[in-house]
Every structure is written in structure tokens, then in C-alpha cells.
């Protein structure tokens, strides 16, 4: 299946990243969000990144422009129904999924495939809402997008080995490397792997144990981390990590999955990480 016309619902750092991607890679692709303020504000962050890399001589003007070009943002579903691949990227609300696929479901072709980003929803649930269970998966980029090499793709108790077989293909297309899942895994593989180990330099943090700074650093010189945990949470979002754990935990009834109280008391005071300007760091 030689996937054209991606459609990228959510444009956010992730849904904007996604759509980035495919046109950098010469797709025509179209983000929606719920309203113009949502989409212009994704719009301008994807002009001013690509900016910058013609500022530093990586691409040229036209470039930028030809990439620009072909991404049409949107608050319409409407045109899902002439796209051929599917990518949900909203926040990990397991109803507002659910309310998205149905909606996909009756608007795209019924060979539409369509992918969620979720890193720690069941796909069999999200796949509950739609008359095409075999055509769901989750489909995990990271953060951020255009970068990272990694794309987990992740089965559903009903996808089929071709909706498999066509994700991967569509990954490497967008110059990604997938690896896939043998079986339906919360959180999949990265997530689930790092959970604890960021939970715990939380709770190293809270204990007293070492400043934000003394622990990433200790962990990038230590155990070769590229980015300490600490910054790593305040890149995802601890809103986003919080609401993964809580997943997580509620799933696996594992403690090492329980959020810690850390990041409860900072979400409730509005410390969500660079998105709000402080997290465990001031931006």
C-alpha cells in the first residue's frame, strides 16, 4: 500500500511533528485540531523550526516553502475521507480516542488504516469503537518527531498481520526504523521500560537525595543517558507523564508504576515542564 495522503489528528507537539515528518518526506498531509487558535499556534511553531534550519544552512528557503506547502491544516474531519493512513496524536484521554475513532470510522475508506499514538492506552479499546478492529494500531513516534529514529508499532488483539505489515512499511518510508510489538503491550516498549526508572529519579529528587541537576548528570555520566530524567520528564510533560503512570498502574496494579506524589503536588501547581516554563527546570 503506497500510503500519499496521510491524515494527522491532534496538532500538537506530537501531531504537528507527525505531519512535519510527512512532508518533509513529500507526502501531502493534513493536521486537524479543534479550533484555528490550536492550529495556527502549531502552524507558526512548524514555520519558526523550520526557519531557524534555513537560518543555520541545513535546508534552503524554497525547501522550507515546498514543505510548507504541503501541509494543509485544518478543523475539519471532512477530509479524512480522501486520506489513506490515519495517525491520532491527542492527549491520553481513552473516551476522547474512542469519540475520535468512531468518528474516523465512518468519514475514511473502509481501507483506511488507522494508528494511534498512545503510549500507554489498550488499542483493543480504541479499536472497540470502530467496525475495523483489524485495520488499528498504535503507531508510537517520539518526541521529537523529525529526530528520533524509533517508531513502535503496537498490535491490538485484532490487527491484522497486513495493517502491521503496511505501518512498517509507512514508517520506513518517513525514514523512521519500527519495531513491532508480538503482542498487545501497554505503553509498549520504551515508555514502559523508562517509567520506572523516571518515577525513581523523582523520587531521588523528593527524598533530598540530589538536585534536579546532580541526578541527570550523574545518570548522562554514569549509565551514558544522552538527557537526564529529569529534563526528560520536563520535555514530555509531567501532565502527560502523570496521566501515563496513572494508566500504567491502573492496568498493571505494578508500584513501580504508581505516580509518585512529586509529581502530583507539581501538576497541581502548574509545573508541567517547559510547555508551562517550569517543571523540575525554569525555561
Not at 496524536?89 to 475513532?101: P, Q
Not at 498487545?184 to 523516571?198: M, N
Request: glycine share 8%.
Amino acid at each position: 500500500m503506497d500510503i500519499k495522503k496521510p491524515f494527522i489528528v491532534g496538532a500538537g507537539i506530537m501531531g504537528a511533528g507527525i505531519g512535519q515528518l510527512c512532508a518533509q518526506q513529500g507526502l501531502e498531509a493534513t493536521v486537524v485540531d479543534i479550533s484555528d487558535e490550536v492550529v495556527n499556534k502549531a502552524r507558526e511553531k512548524v514555520k519558526t523550526g523550520l526557519a531557524r534550519r534555513v537560518e543555520k544552512g541545513k535546508i534552503t528557503q524554497e525547501d522550507m516553502d515546498s514543505v510548507l506547502s504541503r501541509i494543509n491544516w485544518t478543523t475539519d474531519l471532512d477530509p479524512a475521507r480522501e486520506c489513506d493512513f490515519c495517525i491520532e496524536a491527542i492527549s491520553e484521554n481513552l473516551d476522547a480516542k474512542k469519540v475520535i475513532f468512531e468518528s474516523l470510522d465512518s468519514i475514511c475508506s473502509p481501507e483506511t488504516i488507522l494508528a494511534t499514538n498512545t503510549t500507554a492506552l489498550s488499542i483493543s479499546e480504541i479499536a472497540s469503537a470502530t467496525s475495523r478492529p483489524d485495520k488499528v494500531l498504535g503507531m508510537h513516534f517520539f518526541n521529537p518527531v523529525v529526530i528520533m529514529k524509533l517508531v513502535e508499532v503496537i498490535r491490538g488483539e485484532k490487527t491484522s498481520g497486513e495493517t502491521i505489515a503496511t505501518a512498517k512499511e509507512f514508517a520506513e518510508s518517513l525514514g523512521k526504523i519500527p519495531i513491532t510489538t508480538a503482542k498487545e503491550a501497554p505503553a509498549g516498549i520504551v515508555s514502559r521500560v523508562l517509567a520506572g526508572l523516571l518515577n525513581e529519579a523523582a523520587v531521588v529528587y523528593a527524598d533530598g537525595v540530589a538536585s534536579p541537576e546532580d541526578i541527570d548528570e550523574a545518570m548522562k555520566l554514569g549509565a551514558g543517558h544522552p538527557m537526564g530524567p529529569l529534563a526528560l520528564i520536563d520535555m514530555i510533560g509531567l501532565d502527560i507523564h502523570l496521566a501515563k503512570m496513572e494508566t500504567l498502574y491502573g492496568n498493571l496494579k505494578d508500584e513501580r508504576y504508581k505516580p509518585p506524589e512529586i509529581i502530583r503536588k507539581m501538576v497541581a501547581e502548574g509545573k508541567l515542564g517547559k510547555k508551562s516554563g517550569e517543571g523540575f527546570y525554569k525555561y
